[in-house]
């Protein structure tokens, strides 16, 4: 079992920054891959990006060169820096740990992000 716990969501203006975190705790398999996905009200949800243990990032093209995953393997710790938000980027975002073979899959409760125009 992991269990997944975010913190850092809010309100912010457009053109704001925040900065999102995600702690992982149990049984963790080193060879991972973790992200943020977020779903705005009425809207699927969807990927806004994914880094992997050995290192390699995906950016959904509506957050690249704005937002910026990082990953802490000792603390099993994955972070969002999100710049220049948009109102559009208003959704709860979760965190989600799989492992590479997604035999295992997790996510978190979700924070919520609101950017105000």
């Known amino acids: 079992q992991v269990q997944l716990v975010e913190s850092g969501g809010g309100l912010v203006q457009a053109g704001g920054s925040l900065r999102l975190s995600c702690a992982a705790s149990?049984?963790?398999?080193?060879?991972?891959?973790m992200g943020w996905y977020r779903q705005a009200p009425g809207k699927q949800r969807e990927m806004v990006t994914t880094a992997t243990s050995g290192g390699s990032t995906n950016y959904a093209d509506s957050v690249a060169g704005r937002f910026t995953v990082s990953r802490d393997n000792a603390k099993n710790t994955l972070y969002l820096q999100m710049n220049s938000l948009k109102p559009e980027d208003t959704a709860v975002y979760y965190c989600?740990?799989?492992?590479?073979?997604?035999?295992?899959?997790?996510w978190g409760q979700g924070t919520q992000v609101t950017v105000s125009s």
């Open positions: 989600n740990f799989r492992t590479t073979t997604g035999f295992l899959n997790y």
């Open positions: 149990g049984v963790i398999d080193s060879r991972n891959v």
